[in-house]
């Protein structure tokens, strides 16, 4: 082998090598600290004063009123809809706060579009699941699906 093919192959590895350390940082400071988030994502919903003088989609009979945790370590932990949009994660930000290794500071988002729910996932590293299926962009819910984050699984419920 020449040497000019030697050399490379050590840059080529080392090239490499630090490409794996640059990602692992930057997944651990995203976990540890947040993505994130543009400013025009934060104000995605409407203020309550701007909502004008019809009802909210919350309000409308027969549509969920509040987000409930069913299954993982913090059963029981509800955040009511009307505060629209829900954080979900580890974060002190979070509406729902979860005790669950395997959820990220900021992972997922419930919010309202008309008289639609949706949940996006918020980049998480393991994702959002509605049912076996890894969600990748928002997604609308209803009463009773159940959206899995980690080894906590929520619920839309009146």
Do not use: C
């Amino acid at each position: 082998m020449s040497e000019l093919t030697l050399f490379l192959i050590r840059f080529a590895y080392l090239a490499i090598l630090w490409i794996f350390v640059l990602s692992a940082i930057s997944v651990i400071r995203s976990d540890m600290f947040g993505a994130r988030v543009p400013e025009t994502a934060r104000g995605a919903a409407p203020k309550p004063a701007a909502r004008g003088k019809g009802k909210s989609p919350s309000r409308r009979r027969g549509s969920p009123t509040h987000l409930i945790v069913v299954e993982g370590e913090n059963s029981g932990a509800r955040a009511e809809l009307a505060d629209a949009p829900l954080i979900i994660g580890r974060g002190a930000d979070a509406a729902i706060k979860l005790d669950d290794d395997y959820v990220s500071t900021r992972h997922a988002r419930v919010a309202a579009s008309g008289e639609e729910w949706f949940v996006e996932d918020l980049g998480s590293t393991n994702g959002t699941y509605i049912g076996s299926v890894r969600i990748t962009q928002p997604t609308t819910i209803g009463l009773g699906v159940q959206v899995r984050i980690g080894k906590t699984v929520l619920e839309l419920r009146k």
